[in-house]
Each structure stands twice: as C-alpha cells, then as structure tokens.
Nanobody, 120 residues
Framework: QVQLVESGGGLVQAGGSLRLSCAASGRIFSINAMRWYRQAPGKQRDLVAAITSGDSTNYADSVKGRFSISRDNAKNTVYLQMNSLKPEDTAVYYC??????????????WGQGTQVTVSS
C-alpha cells in the first residue's frame, strides 16, 4: 500500500514564505511525475507545479517566479517552496504522484491535503 503524506502548511502573512513537503511511503518501485495541486473553497482543483523523474518542471502562470518544485528521490519526497505569497494562494494543497509499486502496478496517488492560508 502506498501513502502520500503532506506537511508544512499553515498561516502566513502576504509576502511570506512556506515550504510544503510530501513524502511517499510503502512498497514503491519507482516514482515518475510528482505534482502539487491546490483547491480553494468553491473552486476546482488546479495544477500548481509538476516535476518529472528527470527533474523537468512546469508551473501554473499564477505562480511562476514565486514557487519552486523540487524532489529528493532517495527520500521519495517532493517539495514546494512558496515565496512572495498572496492571499489568492490560499487553498488546500495536495500532492500527487505517478507510482510504480513493487508488485508492478501503476497508479496515481494523492495526499490528504494541507491548508495554506495567506492573510492580507
């Protein structure tokens, strides 16, 4: 069984920074793309940033230049460094990963979400 566990959310003032972490655990063979999504109240879940197994990255236009995604393959962990935060970044942030398990199954896995609140 595979689990993704996020941490690092919280309350921060506008202009501040937070670093989210998401650790995958379980019977993992390999992890392909890892992504961060966010969902604000009453809105759809949107992709924020993604990183491939080869460390190629892409970002939503709204976070380019402010957020940075990275990963530590030895720890099966993906990070999201968020700088210059704005009130409109307030949302629940979810990590997502495409994982091959040790019993040769592949699937998309989700974390439970972590709340990020940016006050003005």
């Amino acid at each position: 069984q595979v689990q993704l566990v996020e941490s690092g959310g919280g309350l921060v003032q506008a202009g501040g920074s937070l670093r989210l972490s998401c650790a995958a655990s379980g019977r993992i063979f390999s992890i392909n793309a890892m992504r961060w999504y966010r969902q604000a109240p009453g809105k759809q879940r949107d992709l924020v940033a993604a990183i491939t197994s080869g460390d190629s990255t892409n970002y939503a236009d709204s976070v380019k230049g402010r957020f940075s995604i990275s990963r530590d393959n030895a720890k099966n962990t993906v990070y999201l460094q968020m700088n210059s935060l704005k009130p409109e970044d307030t949302a629940v942030y979810y990590c997502n990963a495409a994982i091959w398990t040790a019993d040769w199954r592949t699937g998309e896995y989700w974390g439970q979400g972590t709340q990020v609140t940016v006050s003005s």
